[in-house]
């Protein structure tokens, strides 16, 4: 019913900056909250940052706060990841997800429905 595709991922040097978007085929795109998760190869999988429906509500993860936004562009159905000052600690594959539309933004991985292919993101240093 609902398709997340992500892109923007790639290689970049630590310090440097990617965004990444993830766009939604549903037509009601504006109901769902949205998240970014991230998963490193034997590890488990992370919530990165969050915006609930009406996009009045975000949370990041400690890690990545002052560093990272999330944001979204309804009339798109897209949603953003703006990474700056990218550590290798970041090195991840990074996935878009969507769940109910809520106030406020849930953390854990069970509250999406849908999910997204994944897209690479590596930080060399």
């Known amino acids: 019913q609902v398709q997340l595709v992500e892109s923007g991922g790639g290689l970049v040097q630590a310090g440097g900056s990617l965004r990444l978007s993830c766009a939604a085929s549903?037509?009601?795109?504006?109901?769902?909250?949205m998240a970014w998760f991230r998963q490193a190869p034997g590890k488990e999988r992370e919530f990165v940052a969050g915006?609930?429906?009406?996009?009045?509500?975000?949370d990041y993860a400690g890690s990545v706060k002052g560093r990272f936004t999330i944001s979204r562009d309804n009339a798109k159905n897209t949603v953003y990841l703006q990474m700056n000052s990218l550590k290798p600690e970041d090195t991840a594959a990074y996935y878009c997800?969507?769940?109910?539309?809520?106030?406020?933004?849930?953390?854990?991985?069970?509250?999406?429905?849908?999910w997204g292919q994944g897209t690479q993101v590596t930080v060399s240093s």
């Open positions: 915006v609930d429906w009406n996009g009045g509500g975000t």
């Open positions: 997800a969507s769940g109910p539309g809520r106030f406020g933004v849930d953390t854990t991985a069970d509250y999406y429905t849908y």
């Open positions: 549903t037509r009601t795109f504006s109901i769902y909250n």
